[in-house]
């Protein structure tokens, strides 16, 4: 009994200030829910002890409560300041604040008494004291409560958590799409073929023939299709980066079976493993050596787009960004013809900021280097190397200058020159199973007119070397030229926070010149040269329902496909919905 006295004998007067102080507070803010301004939440995160009431400028000896207060800070050392020296007597606070408060002075007093007497109390610093443990009786309950669930959570997440150093995130795609116009795509060779008929039922019959068993017509059903990552981050450093990607897509692509061409591809489908069989997709490491320089080593699924910057921001992601394959940046960026859950891609690539402004990247990928077969390997087959020169003289700008050199062996599916969204004498010059190799020069650029409204674009120019003979028709050395340009623009924010409107136009990989075929040429011999240009025509939007999930409409026009004017327009309509958790 003589304990429990003793004890409101002594805080009994810290309650009395503390109840003058609350008199002040609430007198000084007449209008119920008032809240605390930015600037004031932001200040109370750093307010400092204070020794002396005189240190608190904003009170005065006039004050009505410069007493309570002067005993609070002197005496029992429970009251703090702001860190311009003020107290602000007059700002309204909040009963969590208020109940908060008290706590830290009654923690303060029990450290007092344990070495100290309370001095005589009288009985109207019991009744007071009494009122405020009653007043404030299920603040206090309610602050201590939190704390325990909080500490009980967190003791949850310690003894359940998946890794000390691993995250997991997932990316889910899913598409309902389809294609629609007049027939399938046809190349220029054999449109000359076609075209050297007589017109009617001999012309009829030659276009017949090169449509073969398939048809002439489009594959135009609908689809409805998935693309699923599952992303294991995992960091030892804090500064470096260990990355395994478990992937399954049963997207088909919308290519030469469903159009005749690889000008209508999504920029997330797929051309082989569409079981939706799960697999190791890509896997990386990148950690830095120094304040300037990163390197990153890919074990397989290497990508030269996913390590270096693309200079196509915002519509670059193939989950958020352009539905197009072609839509999403330079061809430049897939010289080495390798991506994610192909079993391809083993290399290295380093980042260099040489300077705030200027950033250096470079890269090697192997498309087999995982396979020890002659002709593969990391240095005996088909890769390819990439080097880039990035300028950004501010945040608006950004310039940067490429050169890439593949070698593709001739094996089944290895030469792709334009990364299999040109036509199909861009992707392989002299034929599928001639070795290749190629040049590429790309010149990418984007600016910020506002944070609303970003263009971009490319110009890209490959040149393509035949490394073998192959009958009359094809010799060794060999050149062929390549040209594509895009123009894209990009409305961040569009309609309301975090939708992206995007409008894409541009030319395809084109062969302007080749080499190949034979010494005398008539006019129905193959060139594997483009006669005319295609245009790409993109729009789409997306709709960001929350910061998990977004819808995006997308029509995708080709005109001209295959660069022949001969072929029907072909239409790809998609709606892509994006959860990303």
């Known amino acids: 009994m003589f304990n429990i006295v003793c004890k409101s004998l002594f ?9 003058v102080l609350m008199a002040q507070v609430v007198s000084a803010s007449p209008v119920a829910g008032d809240v605390e301004t930015q600037q004031e939440a932001d200040d109370n995160s750093s307010i400092t002890q204070v020794t002396s009431v005189s240190q608190l400028s904003d009170v005065q000896p006039t004050d009505w409560a410069f007493q309570a207060l002067q005993s609070l800070v002197e005496r029992y050392g429970c009251i703090a300041g702001y860190p311009d020296s003020s107290f602000r007597g007059n700002r309204a606070i909040t009963r969590y604040e208020f109940a908060a408060g008290l706590n830290a002075c009654l923690n303060r007093i029990n ?16 009744a007071t004291l009494q009122r405020l443990q009653e007043e404030f009786a299920e603040g206090l309950a309610e602050l201590r409560g939190r704390v325990d669930g909080l500490e009980g959570r967190t003791a949850i997440l310690e003894s359940q958590q998946f890794s000390t150093t691993t995250k997991l995130n997932a990316e889910v795609i899913l598409t309902v799409g389809s294609v629609f116009g007049g027939d399938r795509a ?8 076609i075209n050297a008929q007589p017109a009617g039922t001999a012309r009829e019959n030659a276009k017949n023939s090169a449509y073969g068993a398939a048809g002439r017509n489009l594959q135009d059903n609908a689809i409805l299709s998935d693309r699923v990552r599952l992303n294991l981050v995992s960091s030892f450093t804090g500064k470096d980066r260990l990355f395994a990607r478990l992937e399954a897509n049963n997207t088909t692509a919308f290519n030469a079976p469903v159009t005749g061409t690889n000008m209508s591809r999504l920029g997330w489908d797929a051309t082989n493993n569409l079981d939706n069989s ?16 990163n390197i990153i080593i890919d074990a397989i699924g290497g990508e030269f787009y996913d390590n270096f910057n693309t200079i196509n921001p915002l519509l670059a992601s193939a989950p958020t960004g352009a539905v197009s394959r072609f839509g999403r940046f330079s061809p430049i960026y897939r010289a080495s013809n390798t991506g994610s859950a192909s079993n391809t891609g083993s290399g290295i690539s380093a980042i260099f900021q040489l300077s705030n402004a200027v950033t250096f990247s470079a890269g090697y990928l192997a498309r087999r280097g995982s396979e020890p ?3 593969r390997g990391l240095f005996d087959g088909s890769y390819g190397a990439l080097a880039q020169l990035e300028f950004q003289p501010n945040t608006n700008l950004t310039l940067g200058l490429s050169y890439a050199h593949s070698y593709f062996s001739g094996e089944a599916g290895d030469v792709t020159v334009s990364g299999a969204y040109g036509s199909a004498f861009a992707n392989t010059p002299f034929g599928s199973a001639v070795s290749t190799s190629a040049n590429y020069y790309g010149l990418q650029t984007s600016y910020r007119f506002n944070p609303q409204f970003i263009v971009s674009g490319w110009v890209g120019y490959t040149q393509a070397i035949a490394e073998a ?30 939708n992206l409107g995007g409008l894409i136009f541009g030319q395809p990989p084109r062969v302007t010149s080749n080499d190949f075929g034979p010494a005398n040429l008539t006019a129905t011999s193959a060139r594997r040269e483009d006669t005319d240009t295609s245009f790409h025509v993109e729009a789409l939007y997306r709709y960001q329902l929350n910061n998990n999930i977004s ?13 022949n004017s001969n072929n029907d327009t072909i239409y790809t309509g998609v709606v ?3 959860f990303r958790f």
């Open 11 to 19: 805080i009994a007067p810290v309650l009395l200030g503390v109840n």
């Open 111 to 126: 450290e007092l008494i344990g070495t100290s007497t309370a001095d005589l109390v009288t009985k109207e610093d019991l």
């Open 186 to 193: 046809l190349n220029s060779d054999q449109w000359r073929t």
């Open 278 to 293: 799960v697999q190791l997709g890509k896997l990386f490491y990148r950690f830095p050596v120094g304040d300037k320089l």
């Open 373 to 375: 077969t002659p002709g």
């Open 469 to 498: 003979s192959s009958g009359t028709t094809v010799n060794r050395g060999d050149q062929a030229d390549i040209w594509n340009w895009a123009v894209t623009l990009a409305f961040p924010d569009l309609g309301k926070k975090g």
């Open 551 to 563: 819808i995006t409409p997308g029509l995708i026009v080709i005109f001209n496909p295959e660069n």
């Open 576 to 578: 892509r919905t994006t």
